[in-house]
């Protein structure tokens, strides 16, 4: 059972910034998709950024150029660096583990989630 604990959530000021990481439970960086999410109250949960086994990225039209997503298969950790924040990234953050089917524990798993507010 794959477990993941976000951290580094908090209070920003527009236009600052904010680094949340990712850290599973074990080796899993090298083959899962690691994303992070976000939903603000009263709004659908949606991507913010996706990182692949072999390191390649994507992001949310919102996010591009202030977010970069990168990870560390050493320390089994995703980080989200938030750059030039805007009250509208204000959400609760959780980072998804996507393990194809056919590999042991195959599945998705969620974080508890990390709140990020961004104060005007």
């Known amino acids: 059972q794959v477990q993941l604990v976000e951290s580094g959530g908090g209070l920003a000021q527009a236009g600052g910034s904010l680094r949340l990481s990712c850290a599973a439970s074990?080796?899993?960086?090298?083959?899962?998709?690691i994303s992070w999410y976000r939903q603000a109250p009263g709004k659908q949960r949606e991507l913010v950024a996706r990182?692949?086994?072999?390191?390649?990225?994507n992001y949310a039209d919102s996010v591009k150029g202030r977010f970069t997503i990168s990870k560390d298969n050493a320390r089994n950790t995703v980080y989200l660096q938030m750059n030039s924040l805007k009250p509208e990234d204000t959400a609760v953050y959780s980072c998804?583990?996507?393990?194809?089917?056919?590999?042991?524990?195959?599945?998705?798993?969620w974080g508890q989630g990390t709140q990020v507010t961004v104060s005007s």
């Open positions: 074990g080796s899993i960086l090298v083959f899962a998709t």
């Open positions: 998804n583990a996507h393990i194809l089917s056919y590999r042991p524990g195959g599945g998705d798993y």
């Open positions: 990182i692949f086994s072999g390191g390649s990225t």
